[in-house]
């Protein structure tokens, strides 16, 4: 049991631009629906949002891939703005780094034709992000069947870029947006994608 993916990610000027797209056997109606569960957890009940999306998404076996390491710690949405704030704990190889970092982001929810284009974009993040926005979509292609991808482009801070090379933003960034769009689409074709399924794909490849 192996999730396969293949991510693109380049760097330029400080800033990270990663794309990754996957098939789902399912139609684009299903996966709206459970877009539309993600959206309304992340407004009610942002504790049932990590434990229904988050899955596989924690620490690594390997210490090495958790140089760098947030701690979700609380939130709340304004949903006449679209907006979200999240508190979250910075972790630098596995110690804490900073606390209670605050990030305020807009969520816009928007249809292209048959393409439903979910983009956040990131307002302030102190010293942690200087520039960062995302569009995540979901776009049919049968009766049956879907493409989900994600557009993300990311640009730390100064110190923060001095310590995210190319290769720890693969490890700890990538590894984990790949795996988020996979929650999506294994819950759109009826798999529960909780820890346990991760734990038990990593143990069969």
């Known amino acids: 049991m192996s999730i396969l993916f293949s991510v693109l990610t380049t760097l330029s000027d400080g800033m990270f631009h990663t794309q990754y797209e996957t098939e789902v056997e399912a139609g684009a109606e299903v996966c709206n629906m459970v877009v539309d569960s993600m959206i309304y957890y992340l407004q009610t009940d942002p504790a049932k949002l990590s434990k229904q999306f988050f899955g596989g998404l924690g620490k690594q076996e390997d210490t090495h891939k958790n140089a760098f390491y947030l701690i979700w710690k609380a939130s709340e949405y304004q949903p006449e703005e679209q907006y979200s704030k999240l508190v979250l704990d910075v972790l630098v ?52 069947s879907a493409k989900i991808s994600m557009d993300v482009h990311v640009k730390f801070g100064w110190f923060f870029r001095i310590f995210i090379s190319r290769k720890v933003y693969s490890e700890t960034i990538d590894w984990r947006l790949v795996r988020f769009v996979t929650n999506i689409k294994l819950r759109s074709e009826g798999i529960v994608a909780d820890d346990v399924y991760w734990e038990t794909a990593a143990g069969q490849q």
Do not use: C, W
């Open 93 to 144: 190889n596995e110690r804490p780094f900073l606390s209670d970092v605050v990030i305020e982001s807009q969520v816009t929810d928007s249809m292209r034709g048959a393409q439903r284009d979910i983009r956040v974009d990131i307002h302030y993040a102190g010293s942690l992000l200087k520039q960062a926005y995302g569009t995540f979509h979901v776009l049919p292609t049968g009766e049956n």
